[in-house]
């Protein structure tokens, strides 16, 4: 999937996303169903993970390659990604990782400002992901806590169907 065609489906998962949000009670942002995180940890959880992986993208890129080295392998499709991804989470059953666990539930007060937080830190992804030259998207890695070692453009890719995925689980579950 070229740039461009990324960018695009960042924005677009993202849109679905706050839409859908946007058209909930208030009540809602609070509280889900018992077990589940409510449609605030959903949401603070997508923050969560666009801004590591944004910060990253702001590091120096010989860093990037000293910290975690290249990539070893051809860059996977979207389809690929996602089917290895839902793979993974079967594996885990539930499992939750380090910045997730334990979450807060986001109060009604600060839902605004996350969601700005969240469209915010996904016109960055953007902007980086169009900034950054095909070699690097190709040839960096960066770390996922499930998926392992990814190339730049795979973790971007994943991003963008991470929201799918949270919006898809908000949308038949709340």
Known sequence: ????????????????????????????????????????????????????????????????????????????????????????????KGKTYKGSQNMKVPTLKEKQYILNRLQTENKKLQYKTKKISNKNLDTLILPHPLMGKMPVREIIMWTAYHVEHHTETLKSKY
């Open 1 to 92: 999937m070229d740039k461009e065609a990324i960018v695009d489906l960042i924005e677009v998962k993202h849109s679905e996303l706050i839409h859908w949000l946007k058209q909930q009670p208030e009540e809602s942002w609070t509280e889900g169903p018992k077990g589940k995180w409510t449609q605030g940890q959903q949401v603070l959880h997508l923050l969560q993970s666009i801004k590591p992986l944004n910060n990253a993208l702001s590091m120096p890129k010989f860093l990037l390659r000293y910290k975690f080295g290249k990539a070893n392998r051809p860059v996977r499709n979207f389809n690929t990604i996602v089917k290895r991804y839902q793979e993974r989470l079967e594996d885990a």
